[in-house]
């Protein structure tokens, strides 16, 4: 267990993607960065830029155009990385599944860590996630349990 | 003789090992300061040196070769200045390193394609426009004051250079501001997950790549606030409780301003710190003439 290690699962820094959702997740993602539930205290950043982010966080169902953007987004975060689903529909593909320029949930074009249902997902719950995805980070890198 | 030249080389070792900790202490400081005055609790105090170790353990994508000799040079040419600072020698050569240190940082932006990339060295340049002759004619101030460029005259002299030197020490501070990146006038780049035009300058610098950029950051904000300390430097804990106060006072500023456009921060530095700085000089030439 060494520095870095440790260090990884203390600084989860995280990129927000919008698929073609309908913002009620997106709205919940943003307030976890509020004073009242401020995942700053867990080294969590909300970054622009996918070269700095260690998290990749994804509301929406895909769509054929978001795919492309989601699968060269995904590509261009540097290794380790984590992929959170958040919603019913980022999980599952939710109210909008079966629709005709629908593929589904993120899993048909990622490989999703961690998923957070609910409609829409509530700050808690995506917290809740993200300590998820940090846990499987930490297995990952070999530093826990 | 070589007694002097071995505890030389010790100070400059020990400056070189010391300063990344107090530069990583003060950013964290940073964090948790800003948080508490947007009403959050706010990462640990730690939280640079997670985030710096972090990077390092992250892969490497690098897109151009030379963005990183651009980026190493930035780190040494910074390094050379502490040891400037540290090792007392002139005041005028570390301007000109600082400067150079500087140009390394907008090359390596310049060096990719990415146009924000672009867009951020573009900047970077126009906030090196606005800071360097304030540091440069600090430096000219302080040869007025002293009849010598050499920072171990400062540091004997026994009166402050603040008695003489407050005008050129407001424009310093503003010179500070830029170079902590802060707003008003973090126009290239800018902390704690802002985000304009992606991330400036940084866009393209990811991974060990960027923790080199944070190392580097923490060894100018040492420098800078050192700079700052020599303006009270007998007895030196007094500029040291300056240059802190300072920062303090920069966080303040940070966090009570929004962003202006790059032209009216040149105008407002040119307009306004670069004044204060040449009239000071021409003030201490024009009582000497009178004397």
């Known amino acids: ?79 380790p990385k984590m992929v959170i689903a958040v919603g019913a529909c980022a999980s599952t593909g939710g109210v909008f599944h079966n629709c005709y320029n629908i593929l589904g949930g993120v899993d048909k074009v990622l490989p999703v860590d961690v998923y957070v249902p609910g409609c829409a997902a509530r700050p808690e719950a995506i917290i809740d996630g993200v300590v998820l995805a940090l846990q499987k980070l930490s297995k990952a890198v070999g530093v826990a349990k | 003789m070589s007694d002097q030249v071995l505890n030389q080389v010790l100070i400059a070792i020990i400056a070189i090992i010391v300063a990344p900790f107090i530069g990583g202490l003060l950013a964290g400081i940073d964090r948790k300061l800003t948080a508490r005055l947007q009403g959050r609790y706010g990462p640990p105090i730690l939280q640079p040196f997670y985030d710096f170790f972090k990077l390092l353990g992250k892969s490497k994508i690098a897109t151009t070769r030379t963005q990183f000799i651009w980026l190493i040079s930035y780190l040494v040419f910074m390094i050379t200045c502490l040891v400037f600072l540290v090792l007392q020698q002139d005041l005028l050569l570390l301007v000109f390193l600082l400067g150079f240190a500087g140009i390394s940082f907008v090359l390596a932006g310049f060096s990719t394609k990415s146009p924000y990339s672009h867009f951020g060295a573009n900047r970077e340049l126009m906030q090196i426009l606005s800071y360097e002759p304030i540091l440069l004619l600090f430096a000219l101030a302080v040869y007025a004051q002293n009849g010598s460029f050499m920072i171990s005259t400062i540091m004997e002299n026994s009166t402050p250079l603040l008695a003489s030197l407050w005008p050129v020490f407001i424009a310093v501070l503003v010179a500070l501001t830029i170079k902590m990146r802060k707003s008003p006038f ?30 580097t950051e923490w060894y100018e904000l040492v420098l800078v606030l050192g700079l700052i300390a020599l303006f009270w430097s007998n007895p030196l804990w007094v500029g040291i409780l300056i240059a802190l106060a300072a920062f303090i006072l920069e966080l303040l500023i940070d966090n009570i301003n929004a962003r202006l456009t790059g032209g009216l921060m040149v105008r407002i530095c040119w307009a306004a710190a670069l004044v204060l700085c040449v009239l000071n000089i021409l003030y201490i030439y024009f009582m000497r003439g009178v004397a």
């Not at chain 1, 539930?37 to 970054?47: A, I, K, Q, S």
């Not at chain 1, 622009?48 to 995904?74: E, F, I, M, Q, S």
């Open chain 1, 1 to 79: 267990m060494g520095i870095i290690q440790k260090s990884q699962i203390k600084s989860p820094w995280i990129l927000h993607f919008c698929n073609s959702s309908c913002n009620g997740c997106d709205i919940e993602v943003l307030a976890c960065l509020t004073p009242l539930y401020d995942v700053e205290r867990f080294g969590l950043v909300n970054m622009g830029n996918p070269k700095h982010a260690d998290v990749l966080v994804v509301t929406g169902p895909v769509n054929y155009r978001t795919a492309r953007v989601l699968k060269n987004l995904y590509n261009q975060i540097p290794d």
């Open chain 2, 186 to 215: 973090d126009i290239a780049t800018s902390h704690h997950g802002h985000q304009e035009l992606v991330k400036g300058i940084m866009t393209e610098i990811s991974g060990p790549y960027y923790a080199l950029v944070t190392l």
